[in-house]
């Protein structure tokens, strides 16, 4: 309404000023148009223009680097992931089945009713055993896929005993936390049979927010020593992009990832107090220079200013709504039908936990493309803010190509859609390359490093 007033305003303005002059212009005959010479001359050039710079070559350029052999290793590994993926899946689901058909879930559950009347301790104690017999049966799954296939690629650096007492602790880890989670929804369970789904997902989403916060202060340090990383050039230069990026840290970590494998890493990690900026040896070691590990930093920053953990947890949270429902829907149908032979009495039995992982692990291989968006779209807008806030388009470059190690460089649009929860590296580069189009004339860039091209 404001718009269309204007308008009208602007329209009655111009005819009343056409009424005016009209009694002047209707007087005499017409005057010849007053005439002027005009000079025409170039316009000044523009001072240390930029050179020319394709962005596109420059892209293609960074990723002809890796060629030959490595190429192809890191293709290899990548795509071999796509296929571990389905056998993961495949693998869970036949368990659940064995435990099912043979009546070993039931027998689990009549075990736990003899130790305690309890319903509520019930679940931990079935939960221990058949959490400690799915990692026995998923065992030499673990050893291929972190031990032999991880040295075959030569990306680990462990023996045989020190990656047996990692994965002892992510055990010992992952079994206190799904035993908690699984005693708490079983409650909801029992007393809501019928809206259960969306109060798993709440618990689903309290823990995810409780694992953030506890994450770095007592579970990373159970897998690698975390000590202040030197004072220095580089030290000062990290803290000051995070004061200026409002990250409530105080100190830079650096952790031993050598011990355990070769890749970079660095993380901003934290939730509601915890904060805290950590970079493992291999990041500092295997970078060129200070600006990979600077334009490293700046994309981790970016995962903390722009609130990613909450995003994730939100967006997570979605999923696994959606996916308790189908969980919850499911049941129903499996039991129906099975129940009987299985011995499960009802979703409130622990017995028929097994068809619920399997219920659960169908309904995330299927949303394997959903969940990867979520990361890799979080990632990329953390690409973005590191670039602007750090300014090192080209050290982002080199370490994605560092990346390449594991991760295909070069994957079909339909690959990275389904398969990666990164950008690839033609699409982590691209971006680069383009913000360096857009910034050529910039003080800072136009003195930094020449891209190839």
Avoid: C
């Avoid at 209707?26 to 000044?44: K, M």
């Avoid at 030499?140 to 023996?159: A, C, M, T």
């Avoid at 967006?315 to 308790?324: D, I, M, N, Q, T």
């Amino acid at each position: 309404m404001a718009i269309a007033i204007a308008f009208r305003a602007v329209f009655v303005g111009l005819v009343m000023s056409l009424l005016a002059t009209a009694p002047a212009l209707a007087q005499g005959e017409p005057a010849p148009a007053p005439t002027s010479t005009v000079h025409v001359a170039p316009l000044p050039g523009v001072a240390n223009p930029a050179p020319a710079f394709d962005a596109l070559k420059a892209t293609n350029a960074y990723l002809a680097q890796v060629s030959g052999e490595a190429r192809a290793k890191s293709d290899s590994y990548f795509e071999g992931g796509y296929v571990l993926t389905l056998v993961d899946a495949l693998w869970a689901i036949a368990i659940s089945a064995l435990l099912l058909w043979t009546r070993i879930s039931a027998a689990i559950r009549n075990f736990a009713q003899r130790r305690t009347r309890s319903r509520f301790l019930q679940v931990p104690i079935y939960v221990v055993i058949y959490f400690v017999a799915i990692t026995v049966l998923t065992f030499p799954l673990s050893v291929y896929e972190d031990f032999i296939r991880e040295h075959s690629y030569g990306l680990s650096n462990q023996n045989f005993i020190q990656w047996f007492g990692d994965f002892a602790k992510e055990t010992a880890v992952g079994l206190i936390a799904f035993a908690i989670v699984a005693s708490i929804v079983y409650v909801f369970i029992r007393r809501t049979p019928r809206y259960w789904w969306a109060w798993g997902t709440a618990v689903m989403i309290v823990f995810l927010m409780i694992g953030a916060m506890i994450a770095p202060v007592f579970i990373s340090p159970l897998f690698n020593t975390y000590t202040p990383l030197k004072e220095g050039p580089l030290k000062t230069k990290i803290l000051s992009i995070a004061r200026s990026e409002g990250i409530p840290a105080t100190n830079v970590y650096e952790f031993d990832a050598s011990k355990q494998t070769k890749r970079i890493s660095a993380n901003v990690s934290g939730f509601m107090g915890t904060t805290r900026i950590s970079l493992n040896d291999n990041l500092l070691n295997r970078s060129r220079n200070q600006r990979e590990i600077i334009a490293v930093l700046g994309h981790e920053m970016g995962h903390y200013v722009l609130d990613h953990t909450v995003r994730l947890i939100v967006f997570g949270g979605l999923v696994f709504l959606a996916g308790f429902g189908f969980v919850a829907w499911g049941f129903r149908g499996l039991t129906s039908v099975f129940g009987g032979i299985w011995d499960v009495r009802g979703v409130d039995d622990p017995a028929g936990l097994p068809v619920l992982m399997a219920l659960a692990t169908f309904f995330f291989l299927v949303a394997t493309p959903v969940q990867n968006t979520i990361s890799r779209t979080t990632e990329a807008q953390a690409d973005v803010f590191g670039v602007n806030a750090v300014r090192e388009p080209d050290a982002f470059a080199e370490a994605a190509l560092q990346l390449s190690e594991y991760r295909k460089l070069d994957p079909t649009p339909l690959e990275e859609i389904i398969f990666f929860d990164h950008p690839s590296g033609r699409s982590r580069i691209s971006m680069m390359m383009r913000w360096k189009a857009e910034h050529l004339n910039d003080p800072d860039i136009k003195a930094g490093p020449v891209s190839p091209q």
